[in-house]
Every structure is written in C-alpha cells, then in structure tokens.
C-alpha cells in the first residue's frame, strides 16, 4: 500500500474513529466499575488529612 | 538550601553547574559575532552565579538525617518566588507592550523595544515564566503531598527548576537580541530547545520515581493532570521544533516542516500548548488546592477521571481550528472544529465540579480571598472553554479571526483561569511552606483579589468591543462591492479600547506587585508558633474573620 495522502485520510478517518471509541467505553467502564469506587472515596478523602508528613 | 544537601549532593550540584558553565563557554567561542556567542556568556554566568553559591555553602555542616522523613520543599520554596518575580517582570512587559499599541512612540527609538521583540517577552514572562515555575512549585509540593512520599533525591528538582529558568532567561534575552525562530510560543532557537528537553526529561523522571515510591495506593486525580502536562508538552515540544541549525556556532535554524505542514504542526503545538501547559497543568493544581482549602473533598472523583481522559484526548485534535480558511483540507478544519465543540463536555465538567465543591463553603468564599481566587479561576474556566468552543466554529471564526477577540479570549484565560488559580495556590502554599501561621496581611490579598478580577474585566471587556468591531468593519462592503473601511480607519477605531486595555492590565500588574510584596513580608516575619509544632498540616483553614471589600 502507497502511503500517500488517500491512504493516511482513509486510515484516520476510519481507525481514528474506533480507537476513540474504544477509548471512551474503557475510561466509563473503569470509572463505574463498582469494586473502584472505594479506592476514589478514599483518594478524594485522603488529601484533606492533616498530616504533613511522609509514610514510611 | 545548600546546607540541606548532602556532601555528595553538593559535589554533583557543584559538578553540573560548572559542566554547564563550561558549555556556556564553548558556545560563547564557537559562535563568536553571533547571538548564539552572547548566549553561551549568559549560560556562563549563570552556571557560575550557580556554582559560587554551592561554593559558599559547601562546608557548612550537614543536614540531619531526618530531612529523609520530611518532604523536600526548598525547590518549592525557591519556585514560588521565581514565579512571582517573572509575573511581576512579564506583566511590567505586557502592560508596556499594550501601551505601544495605543502610544506607538513608547519604543524610545530602541531596537530591542520595539512590538515585536517585546510581545513575545510578554509572552514568554508570564506563560512559561510565571506559569511554568508555578507549575514546576506546585508540582513538587502536590507529587510528595498525594503519594506520601519525598522526592526520590535532592539534586535533580534544582535541576529541573534552575534549568528550566535559564531557558526562560535564554529565551527573553534571544528576543531583545532578534534571535527567534518566529513559532508563535515556540520562539527560543535549537539549543535552547535542545537543553529544555533534557530538563523536562529530568522532570518527568522525578515524577515516575517519586511515584513508584507513594504509599498511598491510588494516584490523585491531580497528578494524572501534571503528569499529562509533562509528558504532553515534551512530545510538543520535540515536534514542533525539528530544525536543523545553520551551523554548530549560529543561533539560526530551519524547520523540517514547510508550508501548510508547518502551519499545521504548529498550531498542533500551539492548541495544545494552551491545553496542556496552560489548562492540565493548572486543573492539577486546582484539584488539590481548591478542595484543600475549601476543606472539602472533590465533589465528582469519578467525573474528574472522565474529564481528564476527555481533556487529554479531545484537544489533540482541536489544533486545526487556528487554520479554518487556509489551505489546510477542509476536512481537517471540520475536525478540529468539531473536536473543539465536543472539548466543552470535558471542559464544563471540570469546572463544575470544582464549583460543585464549594457548594456548601460559600461562606469561606464570602470570607477568604484565596478561596474567591479559585473559585473566580474557575468561573472563567468555563467561560473562556466556552467562548473557545464558540470561536473555533467555522462561521463564527470568520468573524473573530485576527481581530482582538483572540486576544481577549486567550486573556480570560490566561488572566482569568490560568494567573488567578496560580495566585489562590500560591496564597495557599506559601504559609504552609514557611510555617506561619497566615499570610502577612489578608487585606493586601483583597485588594490584590479585587485589582485582579478588576483589571481582566476591564481587559476581557475592551478586547471583545474592540475584535467585533474590527471583524465587522473588516468584512463591510459598499454598494459597488468594494471595502467600506480602510484598515488604518480599524485602527482607528481601535484607538480607545487599546488604551482600555492597557489600564486593565496596569490594575492587574499592581495586584501582582502587592501580592510579590506580601508573599515577600510573610518570608521575612519571624516564625511563628507553628515552627515548633512541627509537622502540622496547613494551619490558617479558618481563616480571619472577613473583611470585605469597602467595609
């Protein structure tokens, strides 16, 4: 296959979009998979700890 | 800050600055009556400036060894200053450059003063400058923060940002001298480029380390956004300047790309500088200080994850509404149009849920300052997406393309959104990172508050009148279908706008200046209490009673 300009519009036009959308579905799936929701409770709740300190 | 490093830390700092230096010295020979020679002298004496003051405080006794169990926040420290001192120099320039528009004589006859050497010092100052050392501060402080954990070591964040700096200093001296390779937020030549990618390599590499030690299982949000800001901006940068130098010993280089190829490349750069430098960096910053200070925790942790990944990906693809009407394929300005248009989604929900935080903390907006610097940051988050998405619209670019609409939108934001929620954290930060217990006078950050809002307003206002007018007289024809105005009768009509807008941002310069000086006096005023308590977490969350504006 000649990579002129047809063939890089045909392959972003078309892959472009799957890849996209695949993306999409992958970031909502992780994001209400119901077993994270705890991890993001306790990420959001964590930052407001008042201790400055590093754990070792 | 010598005195935190260890002996062995001091040798190397002590060895890459002279190596430095050394290679300051080797272009100042090789490119002997070329910009390029001047520029090897000033990397020179920086790197010298640099290694003097390892020199003086290289016997001092060594740091205890419980510096391990804190975190490392002398280059936050250092980059809070910085940041304050180029937005004071960069928005000194910008308000000159805004007064040369209205009073043209304001050059003085000088060469290196006149609009198109000072613009892009303007720019430069304030977006990589101020914002990028408030970044690069910001960063550090919020990494060790969400990962409970310190910086992998101690050499390589004074890399990063005394690195980063003489960039900076590279690329603002370069333009005074006419060195630019004229890519609009691009402009530093091939070895200033070719040196800003190893500090932000550096810089990345501190973030993946720091990270492979966290302790707290879950990556915050606001890292993925300062992440995304670095590893983005790298694959920016490296791209859009592919050149090739006349010689080893000029300061001129030639693109790899030509024509409309390099008008694309470039504004895939420039969208994307604006989205990921002056947008990801700063909602990482947003979703750490706002709820910290508000005391409450991110509304939507799920909706930041969506926006993020929607923001990351989406404004890849929104480059090519600078384009619409070129001879870039049409195709391509429908892309980016549209991707623009879909960008509001991802864009409304991160402002949203940052004013979805506050819901409920009104009162410490009313109260606070710092908190009303986030939330207004906010606000005009929205409102410059918005007006983004609108202007990349085919039909209404037409209009506003090359007027000075574009100015004032990039000023919303960059005013508005990008300055004010650098101030909020900066006013947040600085307490924390001195261990006192509140700024030095919360009535200067009203006021600095107030000026701020003020000067973008009047600014923002000034240069929408001003763009749509000219848009419009720019495309009015006559009866017989020739122009009806002349471009000098625009400009005229330009005339009381510019001077307008020059106001505006002389308040917002003088509220950068009184916050320099209250960040300044809150460093000098003797510790309090707080020192010896030790670790103690933010202490000023209840901050002083009110004090309103004209009470």
Partial sequence: ?56 | MVAGLSRGDRQVALAISILIALCGLALAAVGRGDPIGTHGFIILLYALGVSFFVIAGYYAPEPDISRLLRYYDDPTKVGIVLAMAWAVFGLTFGVWVAALLAWPDLTFDAGWASFGRIRPVHTTSVIFGFGGNALIATSFHVLQRTSRARLPEQISPWFVLLGYNLFCIIAVSGYFIGVTQSKEYAEPEWYADIFLVVVWVVYFLIYIRTLQRRKEPHIYVANWYYMAFILVVAVLHIVNNLAVPVSFGHAKSYSLFSGVQDAMTQWWYGHNAVAFFLTAGFLGMMYYYLPKRAGRPIFSYRLSIISFWGITFMYMWAGSHHLHYTALPQWVQTLGMTFSIVLLVPSWASAGNALATLNGAWHKVRDDATLRFMMVAAVFYGLSTFEGSFMAIRAVNSLSHYTDWTVGHVHAGALGWVAMISFGSIYALVPWMWKRERMYSSKLIEWHFWLALAGTVVYVFAMWNSGIIQGLMWRTYNESGTLAYSFVDSLVAMHPYYIARTFGGLLFLIGAILGSYNIWMTIRQPGTALASQGEADEPHLAPQPALQAGE
Avoid: E
Avoid at chain 1, 7 to 25: D, Q, R, T
Avoid at chain 1, 45 to 56: A, H
């Fill in chain 1, 1 to 56: 296959m000649d990579l002129d300009y047809q063939s890089v519009v045909a392959f972003s036009k078309s892959w472009g979009l799957f890849y996209l959308i695949a993306l999409s579905i992958g970031v909502l799936v992780y994001t209400f998979w119901p077993k994270n929701k705890k991890g993001f409770d306790q990420a959001k709740k964590s930052i407001l700890d008042k201790d400055d300190k590093p754990w070792n």
